[in-house]
DNA sequence: AAAAATTTGTTCGTATACAAAGGAATTATC
DNA sequence: GATAATTCCTTTGTATACGAACAAATTTTT
């Protein structure tokens, strides 16, 4: 078996592509039997947190492409998650709330992300875990 | 402007991905002039360390789904910067090389990610580099 | 109020990501 | 030594990502 490049251990932008690429992984497996995918739950979240955001607002909140977003928010129509309405005082824009069903789901969903972080945060101790969030809130 | 969710910056998924994103895209904003992106790099460092490598052996390395890789491979091939020729013992076996153009921008590229490196470190003390890293890699 | 600039959201093009299925070649098993 | 199991890689389908260009609507400027 072939091992890692000396380097490869050592750069930033390949650590933190592959730890994400684990969890996002995971979540996504959690979130399969909902057949939600990670930034569709996370959408949800964004919503829960304030109902009827714009796209553009959701966007910045999410840091997110507002390309990306159209997308997702698109299928996420589709599949009866979220509900756009049209805003009456401006005609560009759509506000965007969480469907009933969504809500129903709520608790279960929230408690799913929780676990997901649970799992992640399991393996450090609580000063690294300060650590750890404090490090990657510093590159964003 | 709305501010984030209470539960959003303790997410390590969504502070994973974010940081991820940044680095990512900052990353792929240095390579922008030599039309090769993040991936296409990562690709080129394994074929530096060891030419010759199979897709399977590659997607190994750079824990890669081998889907993911098939694309991309294919695009290298295109835009010449890796070579495939079939396995004399092996015929369902393709082997891999850096091309010569490559190979001549090699120290300039491998300099490219050292650079995006420090970036990213430069903001940290370097006891914290060393956790950090020890952080990410326990992800992996 | 007409022209210019900006904002909102979509569409297009390209590049990951990965599950699932498939074709071709090789190896293992009986 | 023929069948089964495995391996290598590609293809298909769906979901991000994001730059760039765009139409429609609103705001600003003159």
Redesign the interface.
């Known amino acids: ?5 000396e ?18 992984g995971d ?1 996504n497996q959690r979130l399969r039997p909902y057949g939600l995918t ?1 930034m569709q739950h ?1 959408v949800l ?2 919503l ?3 109902p009827g ?1 714009t796209a553009t ?1 959701l966007s ?2 999410l ?1 997110l492409d507002k390309a990306t977003l159209s997308g997702v928010l698109d299928r996420m129509t589709e599949t009866g998650w979220i509900i756009k309405s049209p805003d009456p005082q401006d005609r560009r824009v759509q506000r965007i709330y969480p469907s009933e069903d969504a809500n129903r789901l709520k608790p279960e969903l929230i408690e799913k ?1 929780k676990e ?2 649970l799992e ?2 399991e ?2 101790t609580p000063e ?1 875990r300060i ?3 404090r ?6």
């Not at 078996?1 to 490049?5: D, I």
């Not at 490869?8 to 690429?21: D, H, W």
Request: proline share 4%.
């Open positions: 078996m072939t091992r890692l490049p380097d490869l251990p050592e750069c930033m932008v390949f650590l933190l592509g592959k730890a994400y690429q684990k969890a996002h979540f990670n996370l979240e964004g829960w947190y304030q955001m607002e910045k909140l840091i992300r997901a972080n992640i945060l393996r450090f690294e650590l750890f969030k490090f990657l809130r510093d590159m964003i």
